[in-house]
């Protein structure tokens, strides 16, 4: 059971363009919605994160909308640069323990 | 800080050989996750510890593979014997008591002949 579906798959942008890449997650106990930004050769970092409680979250240029009762949430990506160029992960955990469960990942490719 | 250290970096080996992944995690973290990835299935958890007990290995996909967290800063990922099918990246990852934010090593890549 896929507890967290991301899509698309991956995704091609011009320098400038708004990507958006969409998470939807199955069990409503969840209460942390983080997205991770991996390099090749790399591990995943962590990009940016949300609860809950509230429905929008920015920091810079990356944005998580995040919507409750649709049990979905993205991340928007203002005035994308190649440098961006990367896979994206969302991922969701309920608890204290933080025990993530990852959506399958999306290779952004922002073209110059 | 140098971050989560793992080694090795690549690991070539042939089925049935035993493997041993190991992991540094981060000075002062008490948490420390392994991950395995690949194409198919994405990132999934294998096990994590807590204060160097483990918690949740029900990710674990069978008997073969094996987790050790000895002391605070050090963890192996055993898997013997292998087999061709555990080829995948293996990360660990670690984080204090307190903050969410998970740090990930950069990942052994495992290829079994």
């Known amino acids: 059971q896929q507890q967290v579906k991301q899509s698309p798959q991956s995704l091609i942008v011009q320098k400038g363009g708004i990507p958006i890449i969409n998470c939807a997650y199955e069990?409503?106990?969840?209460?942390?919605f983080p997205w991770y930004q991996q390099f090749p050769g790399k591990g995943p970092a962590l990009l940016i994160a949300i609860r809950p409680d509230v429905s929008e979250k920015k920091e810079g240029r990356f944005t998580i909308s995040f919507n409750k009762s649709a049990k979905q949430f993205s991340l928007h990506i203002m005035d994308s640069q190649p440098g961006d160029s990367a896979t994206y992960f969302c991922?969701?955990?309920?608890?204290?323990?933080?025990?993530?469960?990852f959506g399958k990942g999306t290779l952004l490719t922002v073209n110059p | 800080d140098a971050g989560v250290i793992q080694s090795p970096r690549h690991e070539v080996t042939e089925m049935g050989q035993e493997v041993t992944l190991r992991c540094k995690p981060i000075?002062?973290?008490?948490?420390l996750f392994w991950y395995r990835q690949t194409m198919m299935r994405g990132l999934e958890l294998l096990i994590y510890f807590n204060n160097n007990v483990p918690i949740d290995d029900s990710g674990m996909p069978e008997d073969r593979f094996s987790a050790k967290m000895p002391n605070a800063s050090f963890s192996t990922l055993k898997i013997q014997p292998s087999e061709p099918r555990d080829s995948a990246v293996y990360f660990c990852a670690s984080r204090t008591g307190i903050n969410e934010k998970l740090f990930f090593g950069s990942g052994t890549q495992l290829s079994v002949l």
């Open positions: 069990n409503t106990a969840f209460d942390y």
């Open positions: 991922a969701a955990s309920k608890g204290s323990n933080y025990k993530l469960t």
């Open positions: 000075s002062g973290h008490n948490s």
